[in-house]
């Protein structure tokens, strides 16, 4: 089946909960996607871990293909896969094709998540870099300089090139669960360089309105925010 086709692609992009591939995967309702990926697990081609319930009858499932998750990592998938999910359905109603490219980078820098958008025979390089505040912002600011070098050293070629499409550079969405540490991160990235290379939203509106106007553009002193794509 086509779908199941599809889980197994985002799956092997990164471990997914049944809400995120309720989304993602195009199931109608929650109850349905329940269901099918019960078969899939029964039947042995993915694996689950379970979560924290999230309610009378909705218990929650980490759905993987390869090793088992690290218990101190699962937090980071889970917001790197409410970024997934989000974009996916913001970009739908859009008009915007999305696709995903697993295990391939910048060079030997890897983002949490690379998609490719495209509408209107354009289309958009864009990298993924959740944040749960763990790191050092000096940490920070030196994987930023990673990418400012990847940008100069047109690493993004190889991607525009497996993609089969033409862009002639990126940006890198960084996405924070709070406002401060939004805004100090938004310091930290235009002091590495001026252009408008580092995005920046929080979580809780990537879910919302990935595509739209939630953007703060680091260095850009006006402070308005901008959309990712135009409706």
């Not at 002091?191 to 309105?209: C, G, K, Q, S, T």
Request: hydrophobic letters at 45%; charged letters at 20%.
């Amino acid at each position: 089946m086509l779908r199941d086709e599809k889980i197994l692609s985002l799956l092997a992009a990164g471990p997914l909960t049944t809400s995120q591939l309720h989304a993602l995967a195009g199931f109608t309702t929650r109850r349905r996607a329940q269901a099918r990926l019960q078969k899939l697990h029964a039947a042995g081609l993915i694996r689950r871990t379970s979560l924290l319930s999230c309610g009378p009858g909705r218990a929650q499932y980490l759905y993987y293909i390869k090793r088992k998750p690290k218990p101190s990592a699962i937090a980071h998938l889970l917001g790197i896969g409410d970024c997934r999910a989000g974009i996916a359905m913001s970009a739908k109603p859009l008009g915007v094709a999305v696709q995903e490219y697993t295990g391939v980078g910048l060079g030997a820098l890897i983002p949490d998540a690379l998609f490719v958008l495209t509408r209107n025979q354009l289309s958009s390089l864009l990298c993924l870099e959740y944040d749960r505040s763990t790191e050092r912002l000096c940490i920070i600011q030196h994987k930023a300089q990673r990418y400012i070098a990847a940008l100069e050293s047109n690493a993004h070629r190889a991607v525009a090139e497996l993609a089969s499409h033409s862009f002639s550079g990126f940006r890198v969405l960084v996405v924070c669960d709070g406002k401060r540490r939004l805004q100090s991160m938004g310091r930290v990235l235009a002091r590495v360089d001026a252009r408008p290379i580092f995005w920046l939203a929080l979580r809780e509106h990537v879910l919302a309105d990935a595509l739209g106007s939630i953007w703060l553009v680091a260095g850009d002193k006006t402070g308005k925010h901008r959309a990712l794509v135009r409706g």
